[in-house]
């Protein structure tokens, strides 16, 4: 069965710190990942994805995240973290299949102190 | 950037009342969907839309669920008679269906059922 587990339900870090938030994923096929970020009140914005290829991708606002299929990890990075990050982070893994759903991990939620 | 609009953003009805959630996807994705996410607990498929029909559903969309895309432009998600446990955020997304299957959130519809 497929499914995406975040380990980590709330990560605090200070601001310029580094950041990993982890994400294992369990998927019969090769996937597609995904990292996704709801701010207050927003929607779901869409960081960067893994289709294939190099397995270090590189997203926005600074964010990157490395596939590693030993580990069936998707873990997303960002080497400075600022205040405007933080924010719920998503991790969800879909099929190759257009028009397949989904599959979302429980989300981290990312606290910044000054 | 073109984005996905829903209406209302947020919806407060009686448990027995039926409720529509508005979506107005990407004006040239081919493919809809309807998630929720319960408070606290993770983003869940309901549906996935595809050439005027439901081309996957989840076990949550049971009958009590429709969807309907009435006039080429808005994609509506209905909620026959609600229950307390419909209360959630609601989100629609959409995608082209060509390759990757990037999806486009709305930035959702909070329902709560009293």
């Known amino acids: 069965a497929q499914s995406v587990t975040q380990p980590d339900i709330h990560i605090t870090v200070s601001e310029g710190a580094s950041l990993e938030l982890r994400c294992n994923y369990s998927?019969?096929?090769?996937?597609?990942l995904f990292w996704y970020v709801q701010s207050p009140g927003q929607g779901l914005q869409l960081l960067l994805k893994?289709?294939?290829?190099?397995?270090l991708v590189q997203g926005i606002k600074g964010f990157e995240a490395e596939f590693k299929r030993s580990q069936s990890s998707f873990n997303l990075r960002k080497p400075s973290v600022h205040w405007s990050d933080a924010a719920e982070y998503f991790c969800?893994?879909?099929?190759?299949?257009?028009?397949?759903?989904?599959?979302f991990g429980t989300g981290t939620s990312l606290t910044v102190i000054p | 950037e073109p984005e996905v609009t829903q209406t209302p953003s947020h919806q407060v009805t009686q448990m027995g009342q039926e409720v529509i959630l508005r979506c107005v996807p990407i004006?040239?994705?081919?493919?809809f969907y309807w998630y929720r996410q319960i408070l606290g607990q993770k983003v869940e498929f309901l549906v996935s839309f595809y050439n005027n029909e439901i081309s996957e559903k989840s076990e949550i969309f049971d009958d009590q669920f429709s969807v309907e895309r009435p006039d080429g432009s808005n994609f509506t998600l209905k909620i026959r008679s609600t229950k307390l446990e419909d209360s959630a955020m609601y989100f629609c997304?959409?995608?082209?269906?060509?390759?990757?299957?990037?999806?486009?959130f709305g930035a959702g519809s909070r329902l709560t059922v009293l």
């Open positions: 998927y019969g096929a090769t996937p597609y």
């Open positions: 004006s040239n994705h081919l493919y």
């Open positions: 969800a893994v879909g099929a190759r299949n257009t028009g397949n759903q989904f599959y």
């Open positions: 893994y289709f294939s290829g190099d397995t």
């Open positions: 997304a959409s995608t082209t269906g060509a390759g990757a299957n990037v999806l486009t």
